[in-house]
């Protein structure tokens, strides 16, 4: 009771925090209301030395979900790399020391924290208050500029001035890297003739950066002169008004707004450019000692370095003779600043090499070498307090471990059911298997003619079989043993599961599994197989009779990933990627990915979000329904936060929604930088009229939707995909599509085919055996299938009994489901230009289907599919067609059920997500 009395408190207080922080977001220490004073100064009273956890939880959470992991990793060393993962490395630490273990710990701190100004009130207290607790009790502590050192010994009393490793790029960008830029150079990218200047400011947009300095300052120089703004968004606020301020200004055709490069190329893509800007003010102590890497970076591109005249980077600027100082905060000062080294006459000349190859990384790396080289030599001389009783330990283990399985005995009884065709050594190795262990069987649940044959030369034909694990079964009993195997050749990376994977595991089968190193692994790490070496008779025999002895966490496992229930994905999070959906769920496209996920991939954990309005006509399956309008509130907000940053490893934005509510704003451009901060992987999903160019459509479609459209509508789309369509564009993030017209509006996305149940849909049922075959049309909403166009056709045909018309407007979806399994023919759409996910489900069903499919989607497909390709105006003669050629239309719908498998069924969708399934967050910024 007082525990969970206690959690609604806290979650209380965090909501009420959220809201202070959106409302106080660009506060100083000394802006302080009194609520916030009187929070600050009772946590100091009460708790002078914890006062962080409660003013600012996120080093709480840190902790929370990395210990274990720190802790099994059991390090050498732990190096905090910035303030957040200060205190879980100090606790780690102690913990290693209670169990006769030193682990020295390193603070690697990136700021001067009693200096920041630009946090809120609450988070300026905790973090110094943090910093404080725990930098006294570190080994060594490493910042990034000279002064910086000075003012953490001072401020600290730390017994020593701490290392100092500089922000410094390497000395040469790596080729391959050079060679992937979309443009080599910032001068090329910006269009700009010989005659023009340029000068760039490269790095974060905030408004502590002053950034409107420098726009206001170009207003004041020659025409000549351009600026390039190198950031991380296009489309923040701060960027927005950015954007604003240089068209009221009058200089938007002179301001570049570029996206970031990789960090390793910033040198190389800036070295056409004539100058480069750091921006820092005289308002923050922090930035008075700071040393910035775009200083760096602008020396080792070989163009002027404009600083503002502070005690640290001035004087680093003067005495190295790169550049030139302005005013901070003053716009004229800078302008003056920029025409001034414009000038032909003060052209700079090259940096010396001397001073390039001391403010390199390779010469800065050389600090961090020296630092751990100290480290292991204390590690080494120092004395090993538990390495006797630890090493017994370990050797007492691995002599336990090192005795081998036993053989499988010759009178065990097994079945073992092979799920996957086998390589070649493989059916030689099972077939020795058998004819030594006259108890065992195979079953397999497809035909297999090389086994087979090698089995039926051997005589042991009787000992396999076909089977079908809907109707035969296969689990484990009392009298006979059964065990799955997997064999493979050599696979990647990548946990591939069988195609019965999950009816295999839901039964509580082990699997053995060889070849596959990925799956393999993975089996081994689950508890739910072993694997083996499928060349080998003795691998093998050893392999199953370990799976036959039991112990094995199977069935535990299919509960845990949620086989069988109405969300028959995992959520777990043990697994490496974890995958956050939402807010969309257009036609389920987001509960069928998690499915196919969770059947195929079962080393991703999948979670599902739903915002929407009660009235939803269809409800897809989903782990969090968020009522739409919700989405404003703190409650809700905290609770995305909570499940998106605190779970998740990999992010899908659906339709552009924003993620975290409405938190930052009402689509995902607002969120991004929240999740890249977070170190998230996001991907954009992309449906249909959220993105798709009206009038690109109505130019090239003359059944076009948009024809249709109110003129209000038509308006609103307009904005709304202009606007998503600047998102994609911007934020250069994986995109995917559910339908290949859109490749004409992102050309950039990859094509992520529809999803549908494809075992929902499936069903024997031949075609075209009624004398009137029975169509089905079931328009969600008219203007966007072309309805009025083809309808009077199908009625007419219906009342002349040539075909029999089922009109399913606004129909339940099993009544829906029920006469598309019925019928024989499914109409879908005719002004869009690509087959929706009524064609999808119509041909998973084996239905002939008619839809109008443009030839350049065709092309960009790379495959035809299998239905009438037809406008409205020819849906007449492609009935006709069909009727007049029934064996044509069953051949047709045959062809749909097999096309349907292979592209819709989710597994072709599963592998076109793979490479950003394994893609790791990797700070670009430059």
Request: proline share 6%; aromatic share 6%.
């Amino acid at each position: 009771m007082a525990g969970r009395l206690a959690g609604k408190i806290h979650r209380a207080w965090l909501e009420k925090r959220i809201s202070a922080t959106e409302n106080g977001s660009g506060t100083t220490p000394r802006d302080a209301d009194f609520r916030e004073r009187l929070e600050i100064g009772v946590g100091r009273l009460l708790r002078p030395t914890t006062i962080w956890r409660y003013l600012d939880p996120v080093a709480q959470r840190i902790e929370a979900g990395m210990r274990e992991l720190v802790i099994d990793l059991a390090p050498d060393a732990i190096h905090a790399h910035d303030i957040y993962p200060l205190g879980i490395a100090v606790r780690c630490a102690d913990f290693f020391r209670a169990r006769g273990r030193e682990v020295p710990v390193v603070y690697d701190s990136h700021e001067f924290m009693p200096g920041v100004g630009d946090f809120a009130p609450a988070k300026y207290t905790a973090l110094t208050s943090y910093e404080k607790r725990y930098i006294g009790r570190v080994d060594d502590v490493v910042t990034v500029s000279p002064d910086i050192a000075v003012a953490l010994k001072k401020h600290y009393g730390l017994r020593y001035l701490p290392k100092v490793v500089l922000n410094t790029p390497p000395r040469k960008a790596p080729d391959e890297v050079v060679e992937s830029l979309e443009f080599d150079n910032i001068r090329t990218h910006c269009d700009l003739e010989d005659e023009e200047r340029l000068v760039v400011y490269s790095g974060g947009a905030a408004p502590e950066r002053r950034l409107d300095v420098i726009v206001d300052a170009l207003a004041k120089t020659p025409r000549h002169v351009h600026l390039a703004l190198v950031l991380g968004s296009m489309t923040a606020p701060y960027v927005m008004e950015l954007r604003k301020q240089a068209q009221e200004l009058g200089v938007s055709r002179r301001v570049h707004f570029l996206p970031f490069v990789p960090s390793e190329t910033v040198q190389h893509y800036l070295r056409t450019a004539d100058a480069g800007i750091v921006s820092l003010v005289d308002t923050q102590l922090n930035h008075k000692l700071a040393l910035p890497n775009k200083l760096f970076e602008y020396a080792h591109a070989g163009i002027t370095v404009i600083v503002p005249d502070l005690p640290t980077s001035g004087a680093f600027v003067r005495t190295h003779g790169i550049g030139d100082t302005f005013a901070p905060r003053d716009s004229d000062s800078l302008a003056a600043t920029m025409t001034r080294v414009l000038e032909p006459s003060q052209a700079q000349g090259p940096v010396p090499q001397e001073i390039l190859d001391q403010f390199s990384w390779d010469h800065q790396a050389r600090e961090y070498a020296d630092l751990y080289s100290a480290i292991g030599r204390k590690l080494d001389a120092a004395p090993a307090k538990a390495a006797g009783a630890s090493v017994a330990k370990s050797k007492s283990k691995g002599k336990k471990g090192s005795k081998e399985p036993a053989l499988l005995p010759e009178d065990a009884v097994a079945r073992i059911l092979l799920l996957e065709d086998l390589p070649a050594s493989g059916d030689t190795a099972l077939g020795d298997l058998l004819e030594s262990h006259p108890g065992l069987s195979l079953a397999a649940t497809s035909d297999l003619p090389r086994l087979a044959a090698l089995l039926h030369s051997r005589g042991l034909d009787d000992r396999f079989r076909k089977v079908d694990l809907d109707t035969d079964g296969f689990a484990s009993d009392d009298h006979v043993k059964s065990v799955a195997m997997v064999i493979r050749g050599k696979n990647g990376d990548e946990v591939r599961a069988p195609e019965n994977f999950v009816k295999v595991v839901s039964t509580g089968l082990p699997l053995i599994v060889g070849g596959d190193k990925a799956l393999s692994r993975f089996a081994v790490k689950k508890s739910i197989g072993v694997k083996c070496l499928p060349e080998s008779e003795h691998s093998l025999s050893r392999a199953v009779s370990k799976a036959l002895t039991g112990g094995f966490k199977t069935l535990k496992f299919a509960e845990r990933r949620r086989y069988g229930t109405t969300t028959p994905w995992p959520t777990t999070p043990g697994n490496d990627v974890r995958l956050w959906m939402g807010t969309a769920n257009f036609a389920g496209q987001l509960t069928g990915l998690a499915g196919s996920l969770g059947a195929t991939r079962p080393d991703v954990s999948s979670k599902v979000a739903v915002a929407s309005t009660k009235a939803r006509v269809i409800r897809y399956a989903a782990d969090v329904e968020i009522e739409h309008f919700s989405q404003s509130k703190a409650k809700t907000k905290v609770e995305q936060v909570e499940a998106v940053l605190g779970w998740s490893t990999h992010v899908v934005s659906d339709a552009f929604r924003p993620v975290l509510g409405w938190l930052n704003g009402k689509d995902i451009a607002a969120d991004l930088p929240a999740l890249r901060m977070a170190k998230k992987q996001v991907a954009l999903l992309v449906h249909g009229s959220e993105a798709r160019d009206p009038d690109r459509h109505l130019a090239k479609h003359p059944d076009s939707l948009f024809k249709a459209a109110e003129p209000k509508m038509l308006e609103a789309l307009r904005r709304i995909s202009a606007e998503n369509r600047a998102i994609a564009e911007a934020a250069d993030l994986p995109v995917f599509v559910t339908t290949p017209d859109l490749l004409d509006d992102l050309p950039q996305a990859t094509w992520l085919p529809l999803i549908v149940d494809y075992e929902r849909w499936r069903n024997e049922r031949e075609i075209f055996e009624r004398e009137r075959p029975v169509v089905v049309h079931a328009p969600s909403a008219r203007w966007t299938k072309g309805t009025e166009a083809i309808l009077p056709v199908l009625e007419d045909m219906d009342r002349r009994g040539a075909i029999e018309l089922k009109l399913m407007e606004g129909k339940p979806h099993h009544a829906v489901v029920r006469a598309v399994r019925e019928s024989d023919i499914v109409v879908d759409q005719f002004s869009i230009g690509a087959y929706g996910t009524f064609a999808c489900e119509g041909m998973a069903a084996g239905k002939a289907v008619l839809a109008y499919v443009d030839g350049d989607t065709v092309d960009r497909m790379g495959v035809e599919p299998p239905l009438v390709n037809c406008r409205a105006a020819d849906v007449r003669s492609g009935l006709e067609k069909l009727l007049d050629d029934r064996d044509l239309a069953r051949r047709l719908g045959a062809d749909a059920a097999a096309f349907a498998k292979q592209y819709h069924d989710g597994t072709m969708a599963v592998q076109r997500m793979s490479g950003f399934l394994a893609s790791r967050f990797e700070d670009d910024a430059a």
